[in-house]
């Protein structure tokens, strides 16, 4: 068979004779999207292998199942074994994941051990290092095989030279960035110099800003410098490759979000006024603005960009980086409308250099691809036996030559000629009725004005609006010239054709589809010559107006346009390639509902893919596969939902029915309204080949005929009255006429019906039959109806073929799709908004019981909650009024026994403090007075040193007694407003004049009020300040730093030093009242402190390293406005 190579198996019975042929490879001589000459899917999918010959090495043999040999492959040269270079690919990409597994690792130790620039340099060459050797070098070499590295797709420089590398880039980029952003926290102390820290922050802003910059220019270049389709109004049109790029816009997203966190928390340290650096961002994206306005169309790009900066400074620096519903939503419709509004410029921008190709096209008198064919097939015609023999006989059917030319070499892509045949014979004269031109004409023109574009082919030269060409061909027969065929051809106005014309269209020629959804009009002294597509155009030139030689876009409302497309608009490029010539292209356009479109596109893909990373995020810290101990590995699936907050449940619940139900409801209205086009299809279909059929019945005799002129001419004109191509066969299903007899003659169908339409309507005896059928990857729908005579007998079957349905159906469901995404992202957000409000009025009870139960104090009168619903919440709400009411009573008997207790122990640390200064004293008493009696020359002496000795002790009593006091006076708070600053700088100036002592504290000049008792605050921070200095060895001065840090409505102070540090064992009772690792001292500072600060409603800790000093952190609320 002429279309590709078979296995053909023979079975005999009888008298019956059955041959299968089982396809190897294909072997068109046509080859395009529908024509491929590759081995058959059924056998192997495997590209890398070609049919080999017998001269061929490194040849694989195939045999049959019984052993018999049937042909041999080898492999195509530059390529690899399929199976090997999958599991090379495997190993590699294992390989990789482990080498970079091995480098984070290493990078992460280096961060712990406190080298963070060192681990960020680390990681950086690791990436250059290695990116370099894949482009520089090529290594590993097998990549270049993938065709997502060919350049064909997307190209943009020596760093981005494949879609392939731009993924690997933007992959590597991430790696670094939330490499960084895992340490973002420890990337620099607080700033508290303000000089320096406007710098830093105009550094972060400038940083933000170029990382937009940089969005912006990847973006346009994968959209503008690619082949890639990114038109999103028709989510069916994307293939692979655009999918791959639109998730690298999201990974873009990603980063940028990832680097601005670590910008802001940087500018968090910074100690100045928030105000200041929302001031700076703000100047910063006025600037930014006002600079891209200057060099391109007004865009709200940065305004947008810079409201999510906004949002997300917003949650790290008042929300401690924890982002909540409403924030996330809006980041995410932010990111969307940006993603969306960028994509939308862009592709405009695309369009219009595309367009301005189309006016070159449309300006170009040439054609390259007619040329090209010309050449191909002028030696065909004259050597054509049908051409002999219409000349040699003496009844010459115009009709029957021109069906003749049309069907055989002015199919496919000179499909978009209208041509016309002047006969002549050799003496010059008209053989046909049409005496228009005379062959003297022809050959004038050849001699004046035309060019010469194949060795019979000629373009005429001066034409507009169209292209012209002729040929002027002899017909010879054993060197008698028996006459000359002139054929002229005008193109066609340009326009989208169905499928069936690009099956005859060889790859290597494009048929002009590109000028589908578009309409063009060429004027001459403003008077309209010729247009086409769905704009009507004046027929004077009133409206498109424009410089020579200058492109010039202008919007149009349309032409009456109906009330439901309002918010469309024509685009018209006008182009005047003269001062007397017009060329319009214009273009339909939906700028409302492509903007809409493109954004519940990227809203709903933004939104899977941040599910995704969180929910990977959430599965590494949640879920344990593997739990190692000393002694053994288990293996275990271990899901932590426990910090999972109750409202997130409630709300995820909602956004997840509502999901479910949403994509359950949209794959049976996607079904089913398939099913129904496919429906209406058939019956359109059957409909129509019924009608045609009987239709044909009535124009035929009682009998079909063999083929001959008049016959094959008359089944033209009738498949041309109706606009369609027609097939008959006759009763055995056997070629009988075609419209398009090329199919056949290529090889591409066998001359027989399809065998199932043949057992249906012969065997069967079925009235009708909608079959679907292939040409190569073309897949049509063909109607099928059987022709009968007067005697209502079948004669003949008539088949229908439907090219355009897969077309029309693709855009059909495209639109669905489109508007289903459109509808559902709409409602997404609705359900999202709703979910929000419900889960909080849901959680608000308890959320007010939470908060009662955080005023509930152990020995203090507590207030029952008033709830006056009868519900639920109303029984917990009894109940813990009942709780309350028994824990008062219990603590007034807990409190009373405690006091005791406490009072006991009080007793003897009194008894013992007071027992430790008076023992001296009674010695000391004891020795003066035995030196008076003795009269001890040295009494005055030892009297004076005895009486300072007594002092020291009487002292140390009193200090006792003060600490008892103060400790027993701690709930006798005097609770009011004041600077925690200005008492803070005051301990610090007490204990500054000390020798040996350095303390470092930088106050901020605004003061940071708080809810506290003067005297308690001012001893607790004395207490901090003598231990830290009590605390130094005296091998090495002693440095107290004290640093503070705003993080919204509270502050943390700091208080470093550089002592011993608190040995293991005693951490845990260093708060505890009477502790303490003096040989002396009532033990009741540290816990002074606790107390004290906990009476301000904030908290203490601390953190300790041995040799090295110990930190205090005392975080305090700040004060009601």
């Known amino acids: 068979m002429p279309n590709g190579y078979y296995e053909a198996i023979r079975k005999t019975s009888g008298n019956f004779t059955a041959i299968f042929y089982i396809p190897v490879k294909w072997g068109y001589s046509l080859q395009n999207k529908y024509l491929q000459n590759i081995f058959d899917e059924g056998l192997t999918a495997d590209s890398s292998l070609a049919l080999a010959d017998i001269t061929d090495k490194n040849v694989y043999y195939i045999h049959s199942i019984d052993h018999q040999y049937l042909f041999s492959v080898k492999i195509k040269p530059n390529h690899t074994n399929h199976n090997f270079y999958l599991f090379v690919t495997i190993l590699w990409v294992l390989s990789f994941t482990c080498m970079c597994l091995l480098i984070h690792v290493l990078c992460k130790y280096i961060a712990t051990k406190g080298y963070l620039l060192l681990s960020f340099f680390t990681l950086a060459a690791f990436i250059i290092l290695l990116r370099t050797a894949n482009q520089v070098f090529h290594w590993p070499g097998y990549v270049s095989q993938f065709s997502l590295f060919d350049p064909k797709y997307y190209s943009a420089g020596p760093v981005f030279p494949s879609l392939g590398d731009f993924c690997i880039n933007m992959l590597m980029l991430f790696w670094f960035i939330a490499f960084i952003y895992k340490y973002r926290h420890h990337l620099i102390k607080p700033v508290r110099n303000k000089p320096l820290g406007y710098i830093i922050i105009s550094g972060c802003v400038i940083t933000i800003l170029s990382g937009l910059v940089l969005f912006v220019n990847l973006f346009y270049h994968m959209v503008i ?60 994206v006025i600037i930014a603005t006002i600079i891209n306005s200057i060099y391109a169309p007004f865009t709200l790009f940065y305004i947008f960009a810079g409201l999510v900066v906004a949002i997300r400074a917003y949650v790290v620096w008042y929300k401690n980086g924890q ?20 994509l939308n410029a862009f592709q405009n921008q695309r369009e219009h250099e595309n367009r301005k190709l189309l006016i070159k096209k449309l300006e170009a008198a040439d054609d390259k691809g007619a040329d090209f064919i010309f050449s191909k097939i002028e030696q065909q015609i004259i050597t054509d036996k049908f051409l002999t023999r219409y000349f040699e006989d003496n009844i010459h059917n115009n009709d029957y030559l021109r069906s003749h030319f049309q069907k055989t070499y002015f199919d496919g892509y000179l499909s978009k000629y209208d041509f016309k045949i002047y006969e002549f014979d050799n003496n010059g004269k008209s053989i046909s009725n049409d005496n228009t031109y005379i062959l003297d004409n022809f050959k004038d023109m050849v001699v004046f004005s035309a060019i010469k574009v194949s060795k019979y082919f000629y373009r005429e030269n001066d034409s507009f609006g169209f292209q012209s060409y002729f040929a002027l061909l002899p017909l010879q027969v ?124 990227f809203f709903v893909l933004m939104l899977i893919f941040n599910a995704i990373v969180m929910g990977s995020r959430w599965l590494w810290d949640h879920v344990r596969f593997i739990t190692i101990n000393d002694k053994d590995i288990f293996w275990n699936f271990n899901v932590n939902f426990d910090q999972i907050l109750y409202k997130t449940r409630i709300q995820f619940s909602m956004i997840f029915a509502v999901v479910v139900t949403l994509l359950l409801v949209g794959i049976i209205t996607y079904f089913s309204i398939t099913a129904q086009y496919h429906e209406q299809q058939v019956s359109s279909i059957t409909d129509r080949i019924t009608r045609i059929a009987s ?101 003949a079957f008539l088949q229908l073929p439907f090219f355009s349905n897969e077309a029309e159906l693709t855009e059909r469901i495209g639109a669905l799709l489109n508007a289903m995404i459109n509808i559902y992202a709409l409602i997404f957000i609705a359900i999202g908004l709703f979910a929000i409000l419900v889960a909080r009025q849901i959680t608000n009870p308890l959320s007010f019981i939470q908060h009662s139960l955080s005023k509930t104090i152990y020995g203090r009168k507590n207030e029952p909650i008033v709830w006056r619903r009868n519900d639920e919440i109303g029984s917990l709400v009894k109940e813990y009024n009942n709780m309350i009411a028994a824990l008062e009573y219990s603590a ?34 004891q020795l003066l007075e035995k030196s008076w009696k003795d009269k001890d020359p040295k009494f005055d002496a030892k009297f004076e040193r005895f009486s300072k000795s007594f002092v020291e002790q009487i002292e140390s009593l009193s200090s006792i007694a003060s600490e008892f006091s103060a400790f027993a006076k701690m709930p006798d708070t005097r609770m009011q407003k004041l600077d925690v600053i200005e008492l803070l700088t005051q301990a610090v100036t007490i204990f500054k004049q000390m020798d040996n002592v350095t303390i470092h504290f930088n106050a901020p000049e605004q003061p940071f009020l708080i809810i506290a008792d003067r005297d308690q605050l001012l001893r607790c921070f004395n207490n901090l300040l003598k231990n830290a200095i009590e605390a130094m060895p005296p091998s090495r001065p002693g440095i107290i730093d004290i640093d503070y840090s705003i993080e919204g409505r509270s502050i943390l102070i700091n208080v470093r030093d550089n002592g011993n540090g608190i040995p293991e064992n005693l951490r845990t009772k260093i708060f505890e009242p009477n502790f303490t690792t003096k040989s002396s001292g009532t033990g009741l500072g540290l816990a002074f402190v606790k107390n004290s600060i906990e009476n301000a409603g904030g908290k203490v800790w601390f953190e300790t390293v041995l040799e090295k000093g110990t930190v205090f952190h005392l975080n305090l609320p700040q004060a009601q406005a």
């Open 225 to 284: 410098t690619s082949k890639v389709n990114f038109d999103v109004s028709n989510v069916l049109n994307l293939s692979l490759y655009s999918l791959i790029g639109i998730i690298m816009v999201c990974f873009i997203f990603l980063i940028i979000n990832l680097a601005d966190e670590i910008l802001l928390v940087i500018a968090q340290r910074v100690k100045i006024p928030v105000m200041h650096k929302a001031v700076l961002l703000f100047i910063g």
């Open 695 to 795: 239709a044909f019945e009535n124009h035929i005799d009682n009998q079909t005929t063999p083929l001959n002129p008049e016959t094959q001419v008359s089944f033209n004109a009738f498949a041309d009255a109706y606009s369609t191509d027609l097939t008959l066969y006759d009763r055995d299903g056997k070629l009988l006429y075609t419209t398009q007899p090329k199919i056949y003659n290529l090889g591409l169908l066998a001359p027989r019906m399809n065998g199932k339409a043949y057992v249906y309507l012969s065997k069967l005896q079925k009235s009708e039959l909608v079959n679907e059928e292939h040409i190569g990857n073309l897949s049509y729908t063909a109607g099928y109806a059987p022709i009968r005579n007067a005697q209502n007998e079948t004669v």
């Open 323 to 342: 982002i909540n519903a409403t924030a996330f939503l809006g980041v995410l419709i932010l990111s969307a409308l940006i993603a969306s509004v960028k």
């Open 478 to 601: 054993d060197g008698k010239n028996l006459g000359t065929f002139v054929i002229a051809l005008k193109s066609k106005p340009l326009q989208y054709t169905n499928s069936f014309p690009e099956l005859l269209v060889d790859e290597q020629l494009k048929l002009d589809n590109e000028f589908k959804g578009y309409s063009y009009a060429f004027y001459s002294d403003n008077h309209l010559l010729s247009q086409s597509g769905q704009y009507t155009y004046n027929l004077f030139n009133n409206e498109f107006n424009g410089p020579t030689k200058q492109y010039l876009f202008k919007n149009t409302s349309g032409n009456d346009q109906p009330w439901y497309k309002a918010f469309t608009n024509f685009n018209h490029l006008i182009y005047k390639p003269s001062a007397r010539k017009t060329i319009v292209i214009s273009k339909l356009e939906y700028p409302v509902l492509y903007g809409i479109t493109s954004l519940t596109f």
């Open 892 to 925: 007034s008997r807990l409190a009373q026994s405690e006091r005791e207790s406490a009072w006991r122990e009080m007793a003897k640390q009194v008894a013992h403090e007071i027992k430790n200064p008076l023992t001296p004293l009674k010695l000391g008493l």
